[in-house]
């Protein structure tokens, strides 16, 4: 799990990441810390491709990091967990404009700390798939995969935000750990999220464009578990 913290004060953002460092250890959770400064930088990192699970943003009315850049993370397409940490409330209704998902008020209390982060970690490990890339592990929400492709002993993830990620798994290792009923094995080459279907043919029209190819043999199987995910997730 990569987790950042945000934070203009030095010694603020050293005592958040020393209670997630105690967190994670007492957990046996294994955790990449990042600490940013400022805004700016963490921002630079996020278009580099450097993945997080959570990012704890402190915004103050006297800091260049303000709520703005709480919208402006949204707006580059960061998707996952966000934190406001804060010594004022007034930021708490814009808090639910940018999809935050805790609100921590400053000086950090160790058990709101505590709270929030057993609801959050919990969170990101069941809904997410696990991926080593590059030195760490990033955890890709399960929302955002669209489909996985098979190529011999190497599969593709490809994702709703345009990141591709290539791990050298055969697509049955894959098939069982995505363990969630939206994801159908339709082909020996393919794995599809069914929540990102916009249409059925002979083959599965993703709601990207790209059509999926449908086991010939098995097709009608195929087609009804999809109808019956349907018709499940409209009731």
Not at 120 to 143: A, D, E, Q
Request: with cysteine.
């Amino acid at each position: 799990m990569n987790v950042a913290v945000c934070d203009e004060n030095s010694e603020e953002a050293e005592f958040l990441i020393d209670m997630l460092k105690k967190y994670f250890f007492e957990r046996e959770l294994p955790v990449n810390i990042f600490g940013f400064n400022g805004g700016e930088d963490l921002l630079c990192e996020i278009k580099g491709g450097l993945s997080f699970d959570l990012i704890f943003l402190s915004v103050e009315h006297n800091s260049s990091v303000g709520i703005e850049f709480a919208y402006l993370l949204r707006a580059v397409n960061y998707r996952r967990e966000l934190i406001l940490v804060s010594s004022s409330v007034d930021f708490a209704v814009d808090g639910y404009e940018v999809g935050a998902a805790g609100y921590l008020p400053k000086p950090c209390e160790v058990l709101i700390f505590r709270k929030v982060m057993e609801r959050l970690s919990g969170k990101v490990r069941i809904n997410t798939y696990p991926i080593k890339h590059r030195k760490s592990i990033i955890r890709v929400p399960l929302s955002e995969i669209i489909y996985v492709e098979s190529d011999n002993s190497k599969c593709t993830i490809h994702t709703s935000n345009g990141d591709n990620y290539t791990i050298y798994k055969h697509l049955n290792v894959i098939e069982n750990e995505l363990s969630d009923k939206r994801f159908l094995r339709c082909h020996r080459s393919f794995i599809v999220n069914m929540n990102c279907v916009a249409a059925v043919d002979d083959d599965f029209v993703m709601k990207s464009g790209e059509r999926i190819l449908i086991r010939k043999k098995s097709r009608k199987e195929i087609k009804d578990i999809f109808w019956n995910f349907v018709s499940q997730e409209n009731n």
